[in-house]
């Protein structure tokens, strides 16, 4: 009997092969597919989870909730940005040694060092003994309580509304009562209330605990923003109600970085505003209510020390007027996973690429590289215009020493000292506000461009000559020591 059934040979079984790998391998491209459609579903379901939930709240925080640790326990993110405000660029650091009484192994270069002529303005003044570079939020309150112009010099208390976080303070000095707290404070000396200043400037300092709202903290902005608005128009403007989420991103940081002095025998922080935001506008304020800092030990000129004008600087600027705000360039946006956050790291834009790039090409289309050279262009122009005009007046100082005991009469003096306080303060307004010329570069050239002719007509006072110009000298508050 004959076998009939077909053998199979290889080159029949070579097409089953392949038609069960081209089976397997579907089964498998389509399993790796489901799981890969599914993982991303999966993590656009938690990104939009992420967006929605911007925070998980673990801690319960109240207007008494002081340290930004615990605030940091919500916001993750914005607290390490703050932490890593700690950070310094090694140029403008020096190292020291730590002592019981200063436990910092690093600290700002000293400014006085790297320009002697800032000696010669503020001769006479804390400021001549000691003025560094600026170093981050985090170091606001040590390096203060560390700087000779507290250690060798009485300062009031007001000093801290800059470099403190003061609803603690004032809480604890007022009892409850934010208001006497503040009154108390600013009259104080520093060496007492410091001791109840735990934290430089915090979470708890520019946002409301409940609602994460910006707002501001700081009475002297408060009183200060209202003069302002009255001198336009607008009465009894409440800053916490009435300001824009836009202006109120400029408003949190100008509680601070502005212009001001103690007015009066309480020592009341007070800023200069009821005209407007100009230094023009601050001058004239000082000269009607008779302000001076301090009577310049070489001169006799009874002088006015600026402070940090950054926001009514930025003010006069293209930014400000394209609605560009203090954060939108010091603390941008960037993203934390699906969630859009504000850096806390605060500092120039210029730092690095990454912030060149957060900041600046959110609106300009160019390049990083672009970006940093056109701000090295307004740094560069900056500086060749501000030694002209220090030079100029350091000149004048000189001057009105030697004049003073070689005869030279003395209402030519007092002209020459009314010059010098003119441009003494413009000068000192523009070295002390900290972008270089950045924030309003065409202001910043004019002003620098007055302290120079105020100057040289300082000069033409003391030989007598005194030529047709615009230029008008301050008026100097009468002699008080």
Not at 64 to 86: C, H, I, L, M
Not at 143 to 159: F, I, N, S, Y
Request: hydrophobic share 35%.
């Amino acid at each position: 009997m004959s076998d009939n059934t077909p053998k199979t040979t290889g080159a029949q079984s070579a097409p089953r092969r392949r038609r069960r790998f081209l089976l397997l391998a579907f089964l498998v491209g389509g399993a790796v597919v489901t799981f890969a459609v599914a993982a991303l579903l999966v993590n656009i379901i938690e990104r939009r989870a992420e967006d929605q939930n911007t925070f998980a709240k673990v801690a319960e925080l109240t207007d008494q909730t002081y340290d930004s640790a615990v605030w940091g326990q919500n916001f993750r993110p914005e607290y390490e940005g703050w932490k890593a405000t700690e950070q310094m660029e090694p140029r403008d650091q020096t190292s020291r040694a730590a002592t019981p009484e200063d436990p910092r192994t690093t600290v700002a270069q000293q400014k006085l060092e790297k320009d002697p002529r800032l000696v010669t303005m503020w001769q006479g003044y804390a400021f001549a003994i000691d003025y560094r570079e600026p170093r981050g939020h985090a170091y606001m309150l040590l390096d203060q309580r560390h700087t000779k112009r507290v250690l060798e010099r009485e300062q009031p208390g007001a000093c801290l509304n800059c470099h403190a976080s003061l609803p603690e303070v004032v809480d604890t000095l007022g009892k409850g009562d934010p208001a006497a707290g503040w009154a108390a404070m600013n009259k104080m000396p520093y060496k007492e209330v410091t001791k109840l200043a735990k934290h430089p400037v915090g979470c708890i300092d520019c946002h409301e605990p409940k609602t994460m709202a910006l707002r501001v903290s700081r009475p002297a902005f408060i009183q200060g923003i209202r003069e302002l608005k009255a001198s336009q128009g607008v009465e009894n403007y409440d800053v916490n109600t009435q300001a824009t989420f836009k202006e109120m991103r400029n408003f949190v940081c100008a509680q601070c970085h502005v212009e001001y002095y103690f007015k009066g025998e309480e020592k009341t922080l007070t800023f200069p505003w009821d005209r407007g935001l100009t230094v023009d506008n601050a001058l004239a304020y000082y000269d009607e209510v008779g302000w001076k800092d301090f009577t310049h030990k070489l001169t006799g000129s009874r002088v006015v020390k600026a402070q940090h004008p950054d926001y009514e600087t930025y003010e006069q600027g293209v930014h400000a007027k394209a609605g560009v705000t203090c954060a939108d360039c010091h603390m941008s946006y960037k993203r934390e996973g699906a969630m859009k956050i504000t850096d806390h790291q605060v500092r120039s834009p210029m730092t690095s690429d990454v912030t060149i790039n957060q900041s600046c090409l959110t609106c300009h289309n160019t390049t990083e590289a672009d970006m940093r050279d056109r701000v090295e262009t307004i740094h560069d122009r900056y500086e060749a215009a501000k030694n002209v005009s220090f030079d100029a007046l350091t000149a004048l100082i000189g001057d009105i020493e030697k004049a003073q005991t070689s005869g030279v009469a003395e209402d030519r003096l007092e002209k020459a000292r009314s010059y010098q306080r003119k441009a003494q303060f413009f000068v000192d307004y523009v070295v002390s506000e900290n972008s270089r010329g950045f924030h309003a570069p065409q202001y910043t050239l004019r002003v620098l461009n007055d302290a120079t002719d105020a100057s040289r007509l300082g000069q033409l006072a003391l030989l007598g000559v005194e030529p047709k110009t615009t230029t008008r000298p301050a008026l100097q508050p009468p002699m008080t020591d």
